[in-house]
């Protein structure tokens, strides 16, 4: 993650990985809540990684990124990064 992408950013890059696998139906809310949120004092602190959330992501910030997602053949999936936003880009 960079400074000054938006959270809709990172959840569409996500998202996109599905898509082009033809699995598109399964990044709707119907199957996935979200595609990360920020890390505080709760376990799922805002911003919330929706394509749909415009909150801009600063320098410092911390995130969970996870791509979970549904796959029809084997139920859910589920994986987690925690990284911070550069000014130059990502630490995982």
């Known amino acids: 993650m960079r400074d000054g992408i938006v959270a809709a950013d990172i959840a569409r890059a996500e998202n ?5 696998h033809g699995l598109g ?3 709707t809310n119907k199957y996935t809540r ?3 949120h920020g890390m505080g004092l709760f376990a799922d ?3 919330h ?7 801009r992501i600063d ?7 996870h791509p979970n997602t549904y796959h029809p053949a084997v ?3 589920s994986s987690a990064t925690q990284s911070s936003s550069l000014e130059t ?4």
């Not at 996109?16 to 082009?20: A, G, I, T």
């Not at 990684?49 to 909150?55: A, P």
């Not at 880009?89 to 995982?92: D, T, V």
């Open 45 to 47: 602190s805002k911003p």
């Open 75 to 77: 139920g859910y999936s």
């Open 59 to 65: 320098a410092g910030m911390t995130l969970i990124v």
């Open 16 to 20: 996109d990985v599905f898509r082009k």
């Open 34 to 36: 979200v595609r990360g």
């Open 25 to 27: 139906e399964y990044t």
């Open 89 to 92: 880009g990502a630490r995982s």
């Open 49 to 55: 990684l929706l394509e749909d959330v415009t909150t």
